[in-house]
């Protein structure tokens, strides 16, 4: 081993005391030149005192024994329980000459010469020969090259080679891109056996915002051998959440199915289907509401969360966090609320499990301080604050960095643009908008921002402008339709939504797109509810618009737009009226069970409770809320 590589005050060499026991060695690799001289004396056969040998192929590796045995368990026994002599040959013929030559290049390179086709082999042979960093090695390859054409292929072999890292990575894998996978490379799924395919289809962390798309995978995965596979719809239809899905389609498509018709197994699954669908369309009698809610009444987990911090309601600025559960059509309010103090009309984007919020007002101060929410670890931090106080400020992230455009300082409003660095933890000014602009709202689309509308201290606006990080340079894009200040924007499917806003007159219900091919803006389905100044996110394919100012007061309006019908639904309202917030669409928390809806148990209760809170509105009824109960 190299000096240099050594602790200090060991002078080139180990303490015998130390030489005892492997736990006092300092943990640190060969060093690149030790390697490649070690390479060099096997490639030239010197020193070398054991051959590894194929004699039907004509191939011989010569190697040295301790070298070999430092890395592998296998050729440690080999070595050190055979007879000694000056040169030993074995063979191993378990492993393809070609793919012990990669073997031995690992053992003295720490890299071999990985292809798609050739990882698979070199991982069974180092599992084989027992060398652990090889078969890591193998494995990050393996998720490096994950992708919807291998993802099950890989799942199946991490579950084949007792790998519990490379089957779970690729397992989730296979779960979060289910609806992708079983549109455009189901083929891997349905070939699956049911002992494989079972668990994926009924797994909580299934991404499915609709059970009928299990229940017609099921089916479709029957229908490519019924003969032999239709005796197993039993064990498949415990996997789809029937009590998730419309009692008509159950009854149309579950109930009716001729798999279903056909076995007699399946009667007692109708039967308990049913008697929970019919119970929910009668939940308004005292007996329902008692009821937990089944397991096929159970949502699964999402993949990804919406979460809203502070904003404006009741006549001040809030500090409230909320997230919403798509799965279960909830929001959840999280006690973890920023001891700095409320904001409003500030903006927000989220860098790995970090939530920034830029920026933003409280009724007396125009911030340009800015705070960090840890997602994981629940707390808040300060970092550092932008060169400009902005509030109504336009934020994203991109490429590991903060953008912050636009915005009111109280006195001016800005065509600055600044950019934060996580890792340094400094702001920097980039190149200026061609417009000054607050209370606009940006988005990023294929490594461009998009940043539109917004107010100029003078006239609503209804310009837009896009800019390039890799030249620095903003480009104006085509006017849109409408005038928008207090707009939100979003990218999705390779269009920009802008959604809702002020005009100058009064808040908007209108929707229009924007796709760069044609640099042409298209008019969209309106909005239920008018608002300004609200929250508007991406989640499942869909836009969700989350509260905001509808010209007399804050609201607490929730609704989503299905681009493909090209119309918007009602969803669970917040929990209170509120405006001058960002929504941010957050994916892949490792503890996202922290930010769900805890009492899935008791959704069935909820349920009635709503529909019976609803009542009593509408009926202008004098009961109070505890005659609910």
């Not at 180092?126 to 490096?144: K, M, V, W």
């Not at 201290?457 to 209804?462: K, Q, V, W």
């Not at 339709?481 to 219900?509: E, K, P, Q």
Request: aromatic content about 10%; charged content about 20%; glycine content about 6%.
């Amino acid at each position: 081993m190299d000096d240099e590589l050594m602790p200090s005050g060991t002078a080139g060499t180990v303490p015998l005391a130390s030489r005892k026991s492997s736990e006092s060695l300092p943990k640190r690799c060969i060093s690149f030149m030790s390697m490649l001289a070690l390479c060099e004396m096997r490639l030239s056969e010197t020193l070398c005192d054991a051959s590894i040998v194929y004699p039907n192929e004509g191939h011989e590796f010569p190697v040295h024994r301790v070298i070999m045995s430092s890395c592998s368990d296998y050729f440690r026994t080999l070595f050190t329980t055979s007879l000694p002599s000056d040169k030993q040959t074995v063979t191993v013929p378990s492993v393809e000459p070609q793919v012990m030559a990669e073997v031995i290049r690992y053992v003295y390179c720490r890299e071999c010469n990985l292809t798609e086709r050739s990882v698979y082999d070199v991982f069974a042979a180092a599992d084989f020969l027992l060398i652990r960093s090889l078969t890591e090695y193998c494995g990050r390859f393996l998720l490096d090259h994950l992708r919807l054409d291998n993802c099950v292929a890989i799942m199946q072999f991490g579950k084949q080679r007792s790998s519990r890292q490379l089957y779970e990575a690729a397992r989730m894998y296979v779960l979060k891109q289910f609806p992708v996978l079983i549109r455009s490379n189901a083929d891997a799924l349905l070939q699956l056996s049911v002992e494989d395919l079972c668990p994926v289809l009924a797994s909580d962390q299934l991404n499915v915002s609709d059970e009928a798309t299990v229940w017609e995978f099921a089916v479709r995965w029957i229908d490519q051998d019924p003969r032999l596979r239709a005796r197993h719809l039993v064990p498949l239809m415990k996997t789809v959440r029937l009590g998730l899905l419309s009692t008509e389609y159950f009854s149309e498509k579950v109930k009716q199915n001729p798999y279903v018709v056909a076995t007699e197994e399946a009667k007692p699954l109708v039967i308990n289907a049913l008697t929970y669908l019919y119970d929910l369309e009668m939940i308004s009698t005292k007996a329902i509401r008692e009821m937990k809610t089944p397991a096929i009444g159970l949502p699964r987990l999402p993949h990804e969360v919406i979460f809203t911090v502070g904003g404006w309601s009741e006549g001040m600025p809030q500090a409230i966090i909320e997230t919403y559960d798509t799965r279960s059509d909830r929001w959840t309010r999280i006690p973890n609320e920023d001891l700095a103090g409320p904001r409003a009309y500030y903006g927000a984007a989220y860098i790995g499990t970090q939530l920034y919020c830029v920026g933003g007002f409280d009724g007396v101060e125009h911030f340009h301080t800015c705070r960090r929410f840890d997602m994981v670890e629940k707390v808040w931090h300060e970092i550092a604050p932008m060169h400009f106080r902005r509030c109504y400020v336009s934020v994203v992230a991109f490429d590991g960095l903060l953008y912050a455009m636009g915005g009111y300082d109280g006195s001016n409003r800005h065509n600055t643009v600044e950019r934060y660095n996580p890792h340094t933890n400094q702001w920097t000014l980039i190149a200026p908008m061609s417009a000054i602009r607050s209370d606009a709202d940006a988005c990023v689309l294929d490594g461009h921002i998009y940043i539109t509308g917004g107010f100029n201290g003078s006239e609503c606006l209804n310009t837009a402008e896009s800019y390039d990080p890799a030249t620095n340079l903003w480009s104006p894009l085509p006017p849109m339709h409408s005038r928008r200040s207090g707009v939100s924007c979003i990218a999705l499917d390779g269009l920009v939504y802008v959604v809702g806003g002020f005009n100058g007159l009064m808040r908007l219900v209108s929707c229009e797109r924007y796709d760069p091919a044609t640099r042409a803006w298209v008019v969209c389905a309106n909005m239920c509810y008018p608002r300004s100044n609200f929250g508007l996110e991406t989640i499942d394919g869909r836009l969700c618009a989350i509260g905001g100012y509808d010209g007399a007061s804050a609201v607490a309006y929730v609704e989503c737009y299905e681009p493909e019908l090209d119309e918007w639904c009602e969803a669970t309202n917040l929990s209170m009226l509120r405006s001058a917030f960002r929504a941010v669409t957050v994916a892949d928390l490792p503890n996202v069970a922290d930010y769900l809806h805890a009492d899935k148990e008791n959704l069935f209760n909820e349920l009635y409770r709503n529909r019976r809170l609803s009542e009593v509105m509408e009926s202008d009824s004098t009961s109070s809320i505890e005659d609910i109960d």
